[in-house]
Each structure stands twice: as C-alpha cells, then as structure tokens.
C-alpha cells in the first residue's frame, strides 16, 4: 500500500495547521429559535456532545492549529461554514433529531463539498443502528449474540414466534432489550423471562419510535477496545502501522448489584470503572485487537471506532456495538474509555488527536478520498513551504 513518510507527513502537517480552517460539529439543539424548521421527535437519544467537542478543538490548538471554531450541526450549519470559510470539519455529533441522526452532518458535508473526519454517511448508519451492524458482523463471520429485531410497525412483540425460536431456541432468560440505535445505556433494560419481553419492547417503541432489539443476556466480563488507522502518534511523531491500529484494550468493572454498565448519564466514567488489561493476559489483549482490527477492516472505516464486547456464559466474546462517535472527554479530570488506555502505546489525549487528523490528511494526499478541492488547492499551496519549514532529525 502506497504510504507517505512520516517526515513528509509531520512536515506537512506542521505547514497546514496554522493555515487551516477547522471546525469541531457538536449536535444542534431542535429547541434553539431557528435550528429547525420543525421539530420532530429523537430516534436516538439526544446529547449535544459540545464538551467533548470543546476539548478536541483545545487539542488541535495545542497541535497548532490556530483557526478552530465549534459550530452545532443545526439548519444554519452550511450558512456558518461557509462563512466561517472552513476547510476541514471534525464531526463530533450524533444529530439533531429524526431517523439516522448520526449520518445528518456527514451527509451535509457531502452535499456541501467539505472535507471531514469522523465516518461517511453509511458507515455513520451502520455503525449506529445495531441490527444493521450485529447482521454484518454475523456476514462477515464475527462473534455476535444471537437477536430479534422488532420495528414498532410489527405491533406486539412474539416471544413465542418464529423469528424468536430461530434465535433463540429453548433459552428462556435473561435476555437484554435495547434501542436499535442508542448512547451511554439509555433505555437498555434486562428483562428476566420471555413473558416480559413484549412489555419491555413496547417501552423501546414508545420512546425512541424506532425498532427494539432483543438478545440474550451476556452473563460475561465486559470490555472495550479502539481501533483507527494504521496513520497514528506517539509523543507528537508520527508512525504508521501495519494495517488499522487497536489499542486501550480494558476491562470495564461493574459492581455487584449492576447487571449491565451504566453510562455517563447515570455514572461518571471514573477511571476506576475500567482497568486496562494486565501483561500476563496477554493473549485476552490480543483477541480484542484482532477483533477490533478486523471489524476496522471488514467494514471499511475510516475513522476510530470503540468497541464494546461481552463474554457469553462460556467466556467466548461477543461483540456488543462498534460506537461510531465513542466518548472523547478529556480535562477537567475527565476521563474516557478510548484514551483511558491509550498509554499502553506510549500515546497520549494529543496524540490521538493529531493521529486522526494525520490519517485523514494522508487520504487526501494519496488521492484516497473525494479529491476535495480545499485540501488539494491546501496542499499545493504548502507544499512549498512544507519542505522549507520542516523540522529534520
Ligand atoms: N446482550 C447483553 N448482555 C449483557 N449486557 C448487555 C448486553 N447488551 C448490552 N449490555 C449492557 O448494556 C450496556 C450498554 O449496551 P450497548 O453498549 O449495547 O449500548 P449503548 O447504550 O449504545 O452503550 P454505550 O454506553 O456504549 O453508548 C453495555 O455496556 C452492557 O453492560
Ligand atoms: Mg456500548
């Protein structure tokens, strides 16, 4: 595969930052005069994720770049792009509202013609409507629980119906019902035989309008694990990997008295939630990364993603959802699952950062994407210049 050098790539970098307009895109708000026309109802559960786009946009400026404003992705999203000149959008958003809010700005950004970075509109839809993803996990031939999905338009869920007996068999529970497409455990419930499943469903139509997913209960460990390209950073220099990069393989450790693992809107991440995976399991590590890897590869990302996996009653992982946008909190004694265990490659917060924009950029210099106007007028502008101002060691 046709690579950039690294020094080709940090020297260019280090030329463009100061250079490029940057905007970080946090969720709209529909209850702001003016961010819709009309307002419809959340098929996912909203979050505006403006903090987390704040810490990203203070890492960029660390990393140098100097033009760095965080716009929601609401109605006047093109207006304020366009007069904001922006060259380079980081998408830091699950939506606004309606269906398949996690591929709105990418979509957008498509149409407007603007280079970013985070997942394309299908890759966004995919990732984040789980029985899409858990079917093409099954395709590709991926550990996954065995599930029924049930679209409102079905009516009452059949515990005893076919679908649920191709599934499922004889197995009468625990079982876990969850929205198709959802964030930080809302409205993921455990349900303890078949009779209460069609209630439990009903509760997931009702609030999110949109299908409910049904599997077994995973009685197991849980972990999560982050994967990105092969571009990344350690120390601010630039390496790249043999094929996409996992790393931060931890345990997430869940008390007692808590059958699944309640996020942030409930329990902060604190760093004693999680624990990154010791030497001696080595080979528990390795299965993760390799999961991780091949997810990265089979489904063609082009932006990190995090994994979340559960054991199954006989200690075989199951991966539970790949999160397109996964938390990226940081300051302020914030802790996330992606960099909580990021120093186990020597990477830190700012690292990961400049990794994600340096992959990006390299597509655009390899002729991998869209051949974006901007960043091909941006590079020959740089060009130049880039070999005059880089540092070589
Ligand atoms: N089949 C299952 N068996 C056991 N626990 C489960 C199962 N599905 C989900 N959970 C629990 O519920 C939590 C949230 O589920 P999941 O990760 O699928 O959805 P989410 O709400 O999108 O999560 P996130 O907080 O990662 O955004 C998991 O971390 C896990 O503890
Ligand atoms: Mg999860």
């Known amino acids: 595969m046709a690579q950039l050098g690294n020094e080709d790539l940090e020297a260019f970098l280090a030329a463009l930052a100061p250079r490029l307009r940057v905007a970080v895109i946090h969720g709209g708000d529909k209850t702001v005069p003016g961010a819709v026309l009309q307002q419809t109802p959340n098929c996912r559960p909203w979050r505006s994720y403006a903090t987390v786009a704040g810490a990203i946009g203070r890492s960029l400026e660390q990393l140098g770049f100097r033009d760095v404003v965080l716009l929601p992705d609401d109605r006047n999203l093109p207006a304020r792009l366009e007069a904001e000149r922006i060259q380079l959008a980081w998408l830091n958003t699950g939506g606004m509202q309606g269906r398949d809010p996690m591929a709105h700005a990418p979509a957008l950004l498509e149409l407007l013609g603007i280079p970013y970075i985070g997942h394309d509109p299908l890759n966004a839809s995919r990732l984040d409507n789980k029985h899409v993803f858990k079917r093409e996990l099954q395709a590709l031939g991926l550990p996954t629980a065995p599930f029924v999905v049930w679209a409102p338009s079905r009516g009452t869920y059949e515990a005893e119906g076919p679908e649920a007996r191709s599934a499922f068999g004889d197995y009468a529970g625990p079982f876990v019902v969850k929205p198709v497409s959802g964030r930080a455990s809302v409205l993921v419930d455990v349900v303890a035989n078949r009779l209460e499943l069609p209630a ?42 043999d094929g996409p990069l996992a790393f931060s393989a931890l345990e997430r450790l869940l008390d007692a008295d808590e059958p699944i693992f309640t996020s942030m809107d409930q329990r902060p991440i604190t760093a004693e939630r999680a624990r990154a995976l010791a030497p001696e399991e080595a080979a528990l590590r390795e299965e993760l990364f390799d999961l991780a890897r091949q997810i990265y590869r089979g489904f063609d990302l082009e932006f990190l993603v995090r994994v979340d996996l559960r054991m199954d009653a006989a200690g075989r992982l199951m991966v539970l959802e790949a999160n397109p946008k996964p938390d990226l909190q940081h300051g302020n004694g914030a802790v996330n699952l992606t960099t909580l265990g990021i120093s186990d490659q020597g990477m830190d917060y700012d690292d990961l950062v400049m990794g994600l924009v340096a992959e990006r950029l390299q597509r655009a210099l390899l002729g991998r994407d869209l ?9 020959s502008i740089v060009k130049a210049a880039a070999v005059a101002e880089a540092p070589r060691s």
């Open 371 to 379: 051949g974006h106007p901007q960043l091909v007028a941006i590079e």
């Open 200 to 241: 439990a469903v009903e509760r997931v139509h009702s609030a999110m309008r949109s299908a409910a997913l049904v599997e077994p209960y995973l009685p197991g460990r849980e972990f999560c694990v982050s994967v990105g390209g092969p571009v990344a950073c350690r120390g601010r220099r630039l390496f790249q990997a």
